[in-house]
């Protein structure tokens, strides 16, 4: 069964510091990883897409992996902000189709 | 300004009273899709469209029906609306083409009473 798990399910650090978030699926056969970002209430904003040739990728503050032999992936945040508070979700999608599998996310808080 | 735009943002409503919430998209994209997400979970997909006239069931289709008579709207429409519907629905647009990115709307919250 196609699945996407993500760790940890929340997590509170300091602003300025910081933190990686992990995502393990058995997605197969496997086409693109992406990292979301969910502010509450409000719909997911893309902030990677990495396919099986990538091993990692930026975007400002935020750099994804992604190991396609272990079937792994990590958002890492580096130098947090107030405003880097929310949901982050890690999708995969399967070759040939466009359903995208989701994992529950990683519900992050960051404290002044 | 590229969008998914839905209506209503918030719907209180009866059980069995049908409704619609709407979507639209104004980038062209071919590909629309219904998720609703519900706490602790992931998001799930009810339906999507691959194009115009063209739609099909996603994870939990049960008690929702969808349309796609024009390429930028993708209605949900549901019949006769239960408790177990109360969830945060979004709906989704990209191009078809591989790895491209989904534009999500700003979530409909739907409570049934």
């Known amino acids: 069964k196609n699945q996407v798990e993500q760790s940890p399910q929340s997590l509170i650090i300091l602003e300025g510091k910081n933190c990686t978030l992990q995502?393990?699926?058995?997605?197969?056969?496997?086409?693109?990883l992406r990292w979301y970002k969910q502010d509450t209430g409000r719909g997911p904003v893309s902030l990677t897409i990495?396919?099986?040739s990538e091993n990692t990728k930026s975007n400002g503050r935020y750099t994804a992996t992604l190991d396609a032999d272990t079937k792994q992936s990590s958002l890492h945040i580096t130098a947090s902000q107030l405003s880097d508070s929310a949901s982050y979700i890690c999708?995969?999608?399967?070759?040939?189709?466009?359903?995208?599998?989701w994992g529950a996310g990683t519900k992050l808080i960051i404290k002044p | 300004e590229a969008q998914v735009t839905q209506n209503p943002r918030y719907l209180i409503t009866v059980t069995g009273k049908k409704l619609t919430v709407t979507c639209s998209q104004n980038?062209?994209?071919?590909?629309m899709s219904w998720y609703r997400q519900d706490p602790g979970l992931g998001l799930r997909q009810i339906y999507y469209?691959?194009?115009?006239?063209?739609?099909d069931k996603g994870d939990v289709p049960e008690g929702y029906k969808v349309s796609r008579k024009e390429k930028r709207n993708f209605p949900l429409i549901l019949e006769s609306p239960s408790p177990n519907q109360t969830s945060l629905y979004f709906c989704?647009?990209?191009?078809?083409?591989?790895?491209?990115?989904?534009?999500f709307g700003q979530g409909t919250r739907l409570t049934v009473v």
């Open positions: 995502c393990n699926y058995t997605v197969s056969p496997f086409s693109n």
């Open positions: 989704a647009s990209s191009s078809t083409g591989m790895g491209t990115e989904a534009f």
């Open positions: 980038m062209n994209h071919e590909y």
């Open positions: 999708v995969v999608s399967a070759n040939g189709n466009y359903q995208l599998i």
């Open positions: 469209s691959m194009n115009v006239e063209v739609t």
């Open positions: 990495m396919t099986f």
